[in-house]
């Protein structure tokens, strides 16, 4: 039988990777029901995501994107943060966005929905409409430069000659 060789211990320290703890995996937000800080990790806020998508897409009563946030207690703030911070989230954001807007857009063609509100908050949930917007107002504006009716200041002085000059 062959003798297995003895490993020789080495007096050497390894410095070993410390895995983060799982606080430290969480992220923090306040919620807005209780004001406390509670921690979400990143595969919740990833859950939250998908379940803002099938809010969106298959809720009819869903019009705007804040309730379903405000239904979870998180606040406008942590939204925003989330959205910088994870691409996947931002990705669902804009997806339920445009899923929103479409569901208005069709209810102002089908008179379910005040087609004027509708008008004017389509910039929101659709990049079209705000391009559209943009567009329109820089019409108004080089409308308003060609237009040259800007304010005329008359001297009263001047007026009252005219008058007694047309009566003579």
Do not use: C
């Amino acid at each position: 039988m062959k003798r297995a060789k003895k490993k020789a211990k080495t007096t050497q320290t390894t410095t070993r990777k410390k895995r983060p703890s799982k606080i430290m995996s969480h992220e923090f937000f306040r919620d807005i029901t209780t004001f406390r800080q509670k921690p979400i990790s990143v595969a919740a806020i990833q859950k939250l995501s998908t379940a803002l998508l099938e809010w969106a897409m298959e809720e009819q009563k869903a019009l705007k994107i804040k309730p379903f946030f405000r239904s979870k207690g998180i606040g406008t703030d942590d939204v925003k943060r989330w959205r910088k911070k994870h691409p996947n989230f931002d990705l669902a954001y804009m997806t339920a966005l445009e899923a929103i807007g479409d569901r208005r857009e069709i209810g102002g063609l089908e008179r379910k929905y005040d087609s004027g509100i509708v008008v004017k908050s389509m910039p929101q949930y659709d990049e079209e409409w705000k391009k559209i917007e943009k567009w329109r107002s820089a019409l108004r504006k080089d409308e308003a430069k060609a237009d040259n009716r800007g304010t005329v200041y008359i001297d009263v002085k001047s007026v009252e000659e005219l008058k007694e000059r047309a009566k003579k």
